[in-house]
């Protein structure tokens, strides 16, 4: 069976954004918990990571192989692209303005990595 996302469809990448997706919901509320002051911190850290969430899951590329189901909103590829850029390297932004630079660092150079790895992904969606 001729698969079109052969390099990113693998597994173990697979694994590997399933852990960046996850931590760069949490990066959203860590950045929350650290620069927000105290009477709104409480509604960002659950707030902002639900909103990430709610949007990685919601706006998605028919039948997208990477993916287990449609998401609600049918969504085109380069926008899809967009929206994952976004929210990966937001993740190293809120790191960076939470004050955990070097963590901040080396979340970029996974992410870069993965996206060197998983560039017939990014060709997917911006055909699609």
Known sequence: MNHPLA????????AVRFLLEVT???????????????????????ALPV???WAWGTFTVPNDPSRGENGDVRTPGPLRLLLEVT????????????????AARWLFVVMVA???LAYDR????LSH
């Open 7 to 14: 390099l990113a469809d693998n597994g173990a990448l697979l």
């Open 24 to 46: 760069s919901v949490v990066s959203v509320g860590i950045w929350s918990w650290r620069r927000t002051p105290t009477p709104w911190r409480w509604l960002l850290v659950v």
């Open 51 to 53: 909103l990430v969430g």
């Open 87 to 102: 929210v990966f390297f937001g993740a190293v932004v809120a790191l960076h303005l939470a004050g955990l630079c070097r």
């Open 114 to 116: 993965y996206q060197l």
């Open 122 to 125: 990014i060709g997917w969606l």
